[in-house]
């Protein structure tokens, strides 16, 4: 069965230092989500992608955070410099893209513990 | 006030008893997800439904467009079904926002 996959599984990094997030959607899905999740409550939405495009980043913090789809598969999501409240666990999603039917599948997420 | 509510935010069951998780929300929605959540973090989703009720086994999920509020029901419960659900809405774009999940324990 098909599978979101995103690297690492865990990541430990001290705050001011740059990490990346890998995502790689199931084949065919064309819109991509990331999203951050603080324990204890439910993820947000970071970013989503149509394809290569930028379909909503209103809650991607821009000015540490940047994410890009180049050739509207893959995705990397990255935080410059990293800060102690960006401890959390980022899941990466993927659809088929198609509103009010549309079962997003999620990958098994990155631990982030900035230090 | 978020705009999804979800009730309670801990359950504690003994194995076998029947188990209601309630969802509230305050926005219009073009569906609304059910999703589960085990410990490490990965996510899998269990209904989507716009109107009306679905079964998947032993899981059964209800809405009510007019009172904006849907419930997630286990029945027999077991202590593989421990985990965190999660409800979820989907608004324009295929836009999901998440309640904070109900955290499930099954004793046996």
Redesign the interface.
Known sequence: EAEVAQSPRYKITEKSQAVAFWCDPISGHATLYWYRQILGQGPELLVQFQDESVVDDSQLPKDRFSAERLKGVDSTLKIQPAELGDSAMYLCASSLGSPGADTQYFGPGTRLTVL | KNE?EQSPQNLTAQEGEFITINCSYSVGI??L?W?QQHP??????LF?L?SGKKKHGRLIATINIQEKHSSLHITASHPRDSAVY?C?V?T??????????TQLTVNP
């Open positions: 999804v073009s569906a997800h999703l490490g973090g990965g996510i899998v989703s989507m716009s999660i979820a989907e324009s774009g295929s836009r999901l926002t998440f309640g904070e999940g």
